[in-house]
């Protein structure tokens, strides 16, 4: 597990900022549809591997993806 909490509400708005389909990130990042729904709704956190694939994809850094104290409900 990650040391720090990403958002998911932050990840979806990357995703749709860049004109990504669910689909189309998690085919780039190398896992499965699902599981960026289920990052994007809070339900899960990824994995060391998966969010470095995911930063690398989006071309973004921690402070764009990290939860913060006040995070908005997903």
């Known amino acids: ?4 909490k990403i958002s ?5 708005r990357v995703r749709e900022d860049r ?3 669910v689909t ?3 085919e780039a990042a190398g896992c499965s549809h699902w599981n ?3 990052i994007e709704k809070g ?3 990824p994995s060391p591997k998966l969010y470095a694939a995911l ?4 071309q973004v850094g921690d402070a764009d ?7 908005d409900a997903a």
């Open 1 to 4: 597990m990650l040391s720090r």
């Open 8 to 12: 998911g509400a932050k990840l979806r």
């Open 19 to 21: 004109c990504l389909k």
């Open 24 to 26: 189309e990130l998690a």
């Open 36 to 38: 960026i729904y289920k």
């Open 43 to 45: 339900a899960t956190q």
């Open 55 to 58: 930063k690398a994809t989006l």
């Open 65 to 71: 993806l990290e939860a913060g104290d006040t995070e």
